[in-house]
């Protein structure tokens, strides 16, 4: 039988089916109102509920599986099976039931029929009728279970053995595995999320074609929760496990209504949108083809290159990425100067996946590096040390997913050196905008720089771009003393100006009303005056040089002058050249004083400044702008749309894990500047004004005020989006409040590990230091694993610590708490435990650091393990 699904799980539009029962009992065995003496509910509404699920599935293509009229319920199990068998590429299973555990042998989930008896056959039974035939044609299926009870079908033990890729049967249900369901929430959730996605209230980036099986899940959670705060009795959704790294992006449950191929990975002009998916995230390629083509101010897409200047430090650097000269080069200057631009051109001419799609950007250029295919690139704006090496790994090679434990200098090195003698180019992008910079150029960088093979050879080339900082100054030093430090901030004032003068003409040359005869004059006086105001041929009295990059300030002012009234005069081109701004937040300011301009157009930016990694989805900058704004409640999220439509200039969208378009303000520099002067307005001016000093503690409680509330006043973090698992330890950190995020033992299970771990050095209080000790405790062992999972290890760790109380609220939801626990030989101090699996560890050698030298213990048994 043929049918859309490709290898690997993956479908295109194939056959869809939804089977959908909403099981009332037999009005033979109720009659009056429900009962109160512990009896079933009639569940009178259930038909209903199940018919509007079945109608919200109709509109993502999904035809109603035949009713086989009435009395439907006993005939439920071969249905069901007909519907598997049918030859359906996606089935959806709705049900809408009473739920009953069998009180002997498996303890399996059944369906209670219209008379008030179990279905003969579990839940399990039809988990398994899809996952113990895998060559039988069975469809991908989604149960969505209404019934009490119903999380025991989403977390069967050998269900969750399966690998990810593997697993054709998926499960969303109303309820944790021992816990009741009430009034139809999860039906009703359902219906209204997909419903918001039809309508766009909901969306996932036009690029992807589906919507995330997870980001349903987690808005249904959502609207669960809601109805929990408003309705009473707590209940929470239940969904099939994976380990936390896993994607799900895959499953074609639910086409995205927006999907049209165009979003940021798409939108690039002449470049096989194939190419995306062969390139490492933290490559971050539209960031290089952006800067390379010099065309982001006007939202062109980089058909064609606009890069101009530079010639010497293009032919040094074209040189060494063939394979001169010494083995480290760093580019800086700076902000807006052009680092990014430069590596961008060499990025796209080298990287083999971009060289052939992207010719435009470069070939037009005298010196331009060979393709090579021993590259490697980062760009580390936002990115943690870990996010940068496990991207160089996995373009070196490694299968990040395989290594639990993550990538060092000595496993990149070992990729480095796997099979071919020419050295491996590393290229790092934006160093100084990483997250904790210092620590990559100490941890990372210098020690693969000075890496050598036997013969003496480096092991990799390093190309690095970043601004001045004390923290890299091994760095600059070590480029300095071997000749390969470009500071592009020594340049002669002629070339500049003369390059300025051709990028603006060139920026003004397609598309615009200069680019005709009757306006060729008026263009030509703008980019000749643009250029000498911004790179004068001698500083006049008085002023300051331009603090910022040349190019990056005239490629804004361009764009505002393309927005403004047509010149018409050469006079009057000039006159507007010399009022330019002398610097990004200047330019900001003009677009926001500019007549029309969107009332939250300052406050989106401003909360944009704070996003962390690759940007900020719509949600949480509702939540953060209205702080900056009306100071009352999230921003209305049709206003944000708006504003981040109308601030398009000045922001950089990627896609999240789960569908959803981020987006970040598109340099640096303009983020520190709305950090320490934050825009504020909207339709009503602020009325507490967040200043710089408590900004990040503001931003971090609008952060927490995006998860939703519980009954019991905590937080329900699997409803949290996942920027907010990711990111909340970050923000915490910035507002000097992780003490306070570590006291949150839903967030210890649900939030990112490796940022979680990242901040458990910053714990001050007593708890908050046992707190850490216990998550460092087995680190290395609930790193990968679900949240269910770590909750239960976190547990067992806090009663290692002596800490039952704490263990009893870690664990709580999974219905077990241990009050003891052997292997109490834990230490507070620990900070990491290192792990030998070759067993070829056999001591430890310790170093001072500002004077401390930390302890360390050896254990003896074998894998070898060192804790520090």
């Known amino acids: 039988m043929e049918t859309g699904l490709q290898e690997g799980n993956n479908a295109t539009d194939g056959t869809r089916v939804v089977l959908a029962a909403g099981v009332s009992l037999d009005p033979v065995r109720h009659e009056g109102p429900p009962p109160l003496d512990g009896g079933l509910d009639p569940l009178d509404e259930a038909p209903e509920h199940s018919a509007a699920v079945a109608e919200a599935l109709a509109a993502f293509g999904y035809r109603a599986w035949p009713s086989g009229g009435d009395g439907e319920a006993p005939e439920l199990p071969e249905r069901l099976r007909a519907a598997v068998k049918s030859g359906a590429d996606i089935l959806v299973v709705h049900i809408a039931a009473h739920g009953l555990l069998a009180r002997a042998g498996s303890g399996g989930l059944y369906v209670v029929g219209s008379d008030g008896e179990a ?98 899940a987690r808005e249904i959670s959502r609207v669960v929760a809601e109805m929990n705060l408003t309705d009473g009795m707590d209940q929470r959704v239940t969904t099939s496990r994976v380990p936390f790294a896993d994607q799900l992006d895959h499953l074609p449950f639910f086409p995205n209504p927006l999907y049209g191929g165009r979003g940021p990975r798409e939108q690039m002009a002449g470049l096989d949108e194939g190419t995306f998916p062969l390139l490492d995230e933290g490559l971050d390629v539209r960031h290089f083809l952006l800067r390379a083509a010099g065309s982001e101010a006007l939202s062109q897409m980089p058909g064609r290159g606009y890069f101009h200047g530079r010639e010497a430090e293009l032919a040094d650097l074209s040189e060494w990425c063939n394979g001169g000269g010494g083995p480290l080069r760093v580019v800086t200057g700076k902000p807006g100067v052009g680092k990014s631009a430069l590596l961008g051109v060499l990025v796209c001419a080298a990287h083999p996946a971009l060289r052939a799609r992207a010719p435009g950007l470069w070939w037009r250029l005298r010196h331009t590096p060979a393709a090579n295919d021993r590259l490697a690139v980062v760009h580390a704006r936002r990115r943690s040390l870990t996010e940068i090496a496990e991207s160089l790994a996995r373009q070196m ?164 002058m393309l927005d403004s009234p047509v010149v018409t005069d050469t006079n009057d081109a000039r006159r507007v050249a010399r009022e330019v701004p002398r610097d990004l937040p200047g330019l900001l300011d003009l677009e926001l004083r500019r007549p029309g301009s969107h009332p939250w157009l300052g406050p989106v930016l401003t909360a944009l400044a704070w996003a962390e990694g690759m940007g900020m989805p719509e949600r949480i900058v509702a939540h953060v702008a209205g702080v900056f704004g009306t100071g009352v409640g999230p921003a209305p999220l049709e206003d944000v749309r708006e ?191 290192l792990h030998d699996a070759s067993g070829r560890l056999t001591g430890v050698a310790s170093a001072s650091v500002n004077g401390y030298l930390p302890p360390s213990r050896r254990a003896g048994t074998r894998p070898r393990r060192c804790g520090i």
């Open 643 to 833: 504003a981040l439509d109308a601030g398009r200039f000045f922001l950089r969208q990627a896609v999240e894990t789960d569908g959803n378009t981020l987006y970040r303000l598109f340099h640096e520099g303009l983020a520190e500047h709305l950090r320490a002067r934050p825009r504020q307005g909207g339709p009503q001016q602020a009325q507490a004004a967040a200043t710089s000093t408590h900004a990040a503690a503001v931003v971090l409680r609008s952060l927490l005020d995006s998860v939703p509330a519980s009954p019991d006043g905590g937080r329900v973090w699997e409803a949290a989006d996942p920027y907010a698992l990711r990111h909340a330890a970050g923000h915490a950190l910035a507002s000097d409040s992780v003490d306070s995020l570590l006291n949150d033992m839903e967030f210890l299970a649900h939030g990112d590990p490796a940022s979680v771990d990242a901040v458990l050095s910053s714990a001050r209080s007593d708890w908050a230091r046992l707190v850490a000790a216990v998550y460092r405790a087995s680190y290395e062992v609930h790193r990968p694993l679900t949240a269910y999972q770590r909750r239960q290890i976190l547990a067992v760790d806090a009663a290692r610590h002596a800490e039952p109380a704490m263990g009893e609220r870690l664990a709580r939801p999974s219905g077990w708490a241990p009050v003891w626990a052997t292997g109490r030989g834990v230490a507070l101090a620990l900070l990491n435990t």
């Open 397 to 560: 090679g490694g299968d990040v997913s395989r290594s639990a434990k993550g990538w060092g200098v000595e496993q990149l090195l070992a990729l480095a050196q796997d099979g071919a003698a020419r050295p491996f180019t590393l290229v790092v992008d934006a160093l100084d905008e990483a997250e904790r910079p210092s620590d990559v150029v100490f941890a990372l960088l210098m020690p693969l720089l000075n890496a050598r093979t036997l013969d003496g050879w480096p092991v990799v080339r390093l190309l690095v771009g970043a601004r001045r900082e004390p923290g890299f100054a091994p760095l600059l030093e070590a480029a300095r003393k071997a000749g390969g430090l470009i500071d592009l901030d020594v340049a002669d004032s002629d070339g500049v100006r003369a390059s300025l003068r051709h990028y603006i003409g060139d920026l003004l040359a397609v598309d615009t009303p200069y680019a005709v005869v009757d306006g060729a004059a008026v263009g030509a006086a703008f980019a000749e005056s643009l250029a000498d105001e911004l790179m004068p041929a001698r500083q006049p009295d008085g002023r300051q040089p331009l603090g910022w990059g040349e190019f990056l300030v005239a490629g804004m002012y361009v764009r505002h």
């Open 119 to 216: 279905v003969d056959e579990a839940v399990d039974q039809w988990i398994s009728l899809i996952e113990d035939h895998p060559r039988a044609d069975r469809p991908l299926t989604l149960f969505l279970l209404d019934l009490c009870y119903s999380g025991t079908s989403a977390v069967l033990p050998w269900h969750q053995r399966l690998e990810t890729g593997e697993r054709r049967a998926w499960v969303i249900a109303a309820s944790g595995p021992d816990e009741p369901a009430f009034d139809f929430r999860l039906s009703r959730a359902i219906a209204m999320v997909l419903r918001r996605y039809q309508e766009a209230t909901l969306r996932v980036d036009p690029s992807q074609r589906f919507i995330p099986l997870p980001a349903v």
